[in-house]
């Protein structure tokens, strides 16, 4: 299993990025994916996910109107559009999936919100 993700990097706050992660090694199109984010000094946290076929997706509260995750089975690729980013907004993203009963991640990538 490999994850990898892109897109990150440095965005003034009202800002916008698209995250990608590129998923190889197992059936993508069968598994729900997931984006997590960790500040320096706090614990990883959900951000979204997003079902196998992409019909339901659930969200942090403090994400929810402005981030929306999506799919593409067909590239077995899920995304992250980031919207009216904040400066709380900054932390290192990662994919993530299970499969096997185990969890796999993404290296990740920073994205900061600063003027």
């Known amino acids: 299993v490999q994850l990898v993700e892109s897109g990150g990097g440095l965005v003034q706050p009202g800002g916008s990025l698209r995250l990608s992660c590129a998923a190889s090694?197992?059936?993508?199109?069968?598994?729900?994916m997931s984006w997590y984010r960790q500040a320096p000094g706090k614990e990883r946290e959900l951000v979204a996910s997003i079902s196998s076929g992409g019909g339901s997706t659930n969200y942090a509260d403090s994400v929810k109107g402005r981030f929306t995750i999506s799919r593409d089975n067909a590239k077995n690729a899920v995304y992250l559009q980031m919207n009216s980013l904040k400066p709380e907004d900054t932390a290192l993203y990662f994919c993530k999936v299970r499969w096997q009963w185990r969890n796999y991640w993404g290296q990740g990538t920073q994205v900061t919100v600063s003027s």
């Open positions: 090694g197992f059936t993508f199109s069968s598994y729900v």
